[in-house]
């Protein structure tokens, strides 16, 4: 079945510097991936939605110059985040969509836990 | 208030017990999406569906779109079901996913 990556898993940062989090569909191009923010005990939020060659677009109230979103190919897009603070610890996700007619399932990647120091 | 809401937010179980986890919306959705979170975060897409049931082992979904209203059930729980359940449903239209808060599961043996 459609599988998406993400990589890393955890990452631990000084407050200040930025981390980059890459997200790969290993068996399907996805012209569309999403980006989620959780924070403990909460449930998903969409971010922004990264579309293949174009401008990612991104969700109210989030700072699209703090969260780098970069869909160059078909099967990668990273989230940068710059100049981490400990406010920003969370966890991402992405997930993807395989093509298909009509509205095709999403698949997720396994999820980044950021803690910024 | 969410356009998805969930019931219920915790929901602890004997090992065996039939467990039913209820979603209902008030997007119009072209399909809803039933996820599993495990304590280590990861996602696991279980079903998507616009109308009638489906089955995949011990999991059961159902979905009445005239009432906007969806449920989980697992048959037969067991220890290895405890996780956070969610159900997801695009904005009407589009496709980014509107969650429901969870539903916290824990079996017990």
């Known amino acids: 079945g459609a599988v998406v990556s993400q990589h890393p898993s955890w990452v631990i940062c000084k407050s200040g510097t930025s981390v980059k989090i890459e997200c790969r569909s290993l068996?399907?191009?996805?012209?569309?991936m999403f980006w989620y923010r959780q924070f403990p005990k909460q449930s998903l939020m969409l971010m922004a939605t990264?579309?293949?060659?174009?401008?990612?677009?991104?969700e109210q109230g989030v700072e699209k110059d703090k969260f780098l979103i970069n869909h160059a190919s078909l099967t990668l897009s990273t989230l940068t985040v710059t100049s981490a603070h400990p406010e920003d610890s969370s966890f991402y996700i992405c997930?993807?969509?395989?093509?298909?007619?009509?509205?095709?399932?999403?698949?997720f990647g396994n999820g980044t836990r950021l803690t910024v120091t | 208030k969410n356009e998805v809401e969930q019931s219920p937010q915790n929901l602890t179980a004997q090992e065996g017990e039939f467990i039913t986890i209820n979603c209902s919306y008030s997007?119009?959705?072209?399909?809803l999406h039933w996820l599993q979170q495990h304590p280590g975060g990861g996602i696991v897409s279980l079903f998507m569906?616009?109308?009638g049931k489906k089955k995949h082992g011990r999991l059961i979904a159902t979905i009445n779109i005239q009432e906007k209203h969806s449920s989980l059930h697992i048959t037969a729980s067991h220890p290895r079901d405890s996780a956070v359940y969610i159900c997801?449903?695009?904005?009407?239209?589009?496709?980014?996913?509107?969650f429901g808060a969870g539903t916290i599961l824990r079996v017990k043996s």
């Open positions: 997930s993807a969509r395989a093509p298909g007619q009509g509205y095709s399932p999403l698949h």
């Open positions: 569906l616009s109308s």
């Open positions: 068996d399907f191009q996805a012209t569309t």
């Open positions: 997007v119009g959705i072209s399909a």
């Open positions: 990264s579309n293949e060659g174009s401008k990612a677009t991104y």
């Open positions: 997801a449903a695009p904005m009407e239209y589009g496709n980014k996913l509107v």
